[in-house]
């Protein structure tokens, strides 16, 4: 077993202190990204590394030596506040004036506390009348990829993985971003729209947590074979099972009930973080 250790405020004297507690039988630096990285192959030991690494605001993953990279054949991973930093509706409810309203339904629906469906339509039926124009506004000024995600992206496209960006957000975001980022597959919600305004409504089907799965496991029975893997990549309580879906599954910056769902979590690096976890 290995040990992956990153972290914006991983140091030298951290790593010298988990090795103490893993007795590895070596220590390697890896690739320059958004936050240094080390990885203790052979570790000894298990006990003690966890609690050392929460408390020094360190993300700690123990791997299988055999967990590679060009194992991965499918890369499926969320959108809003995974791939891009924010919540897509809840910037377009600012256009109104309602954001911190949407905002708590948002946040109630990712940490499960509400059914995904019924926390759409309701956030959805309050941008009736919106211009379209103002999505346009959004995606411009303030759709931002997560640290790393380009890289991340790139490095498993380079080893043969093919790439699912699936969402509970909006069709409107998804094509912008897989055209940008040159995603195989995409999934989600689409917007109804009258004479250049939203209507309020969601056309369906709706692409719900179920659905997401559902996605994930089509693409998989497609390409994935041997001993080939499906990563699975989400924050939210309507990604879990998607991530279940998975042969491994990374909770980014995830609220509890996700990362308990998850194989791993990051809760401190970038996207291209998930990069080491495969050596």
Do not use: W
Not at 113 to 138: K, Q, Y
């Amino acid at each position: 077993m290995d040990l992956v250790v990153q972290g914006p405020a991983l140091t030298s004297a951290d790593i010298a202190a988990i090795a103490a507690l893993a007795d590895p039988q070596g220590i390697h630096a890896l690739a320059a990204g958004s936050a240094p990285a080390y990885r203790l192959t052979g570790i000894a030991r298990e006990a003690g590394v966890a609690e050392h690494c929460a408390a020094a605001g360190i993300d700690c993953a123990f791997v299988p030596r055999d967990l590679v990279r060009d194992r991965v054949r499918v890369v499926a991973m969320d959108m809003d506040s995974t791939l891009i930093t924010i919540e897509c509706i809840d910037e377009i409810a600012s256009r109104l004036g309602i954001k911190a309203e949407v905002a708590a339904i948002t946040a109630s629906a990712m940490r499960g506390e509400i059914d995904f469906t019924e926390s759409l339509e309701r956030r959805v039926a309050l941008l009736s009348g919106l211009p379209v124009g103002e999505l346009e506004r959004v995606y411009d000024d303030l759709v931002r990829l997560s640290p790393g995600a380009e890289r991340m992206l790139e490095a498993f496209r380079t080893a043969g993985a093919k790439t699912l960006l699936v969402s509970g957000g909006f069709t409107f975001f998804t094509d912008r971003l897989a055209a940008r980022l040159g995603f195989d597959e995409t999934a989600a919600n689409t917007l109804e729209i009258d004479a250049g305004r939203l209507t309020g409504r969601v056309i369906p089907p709706i692409v719900d947590g179920v659905a997401k799965a559902a996605r994930l496991y089509a693409m998989r029975k497609r390409l994935v074979a041997g001993d080939g893997v499906a990563l699975a990549i989400g924050d939210g309580a309507n990604d879990v099972p998607m991530l279940k879906a998975a042969d491994i599954s990374v909770a980014y910056h995830a609220k509890p009930v996700v990362r308990a769902a998850a194989t791993y979590a990051i809760d401190r690096c970038g996207l291209d973080g998930v990069l080491n976890l495969f050596g």
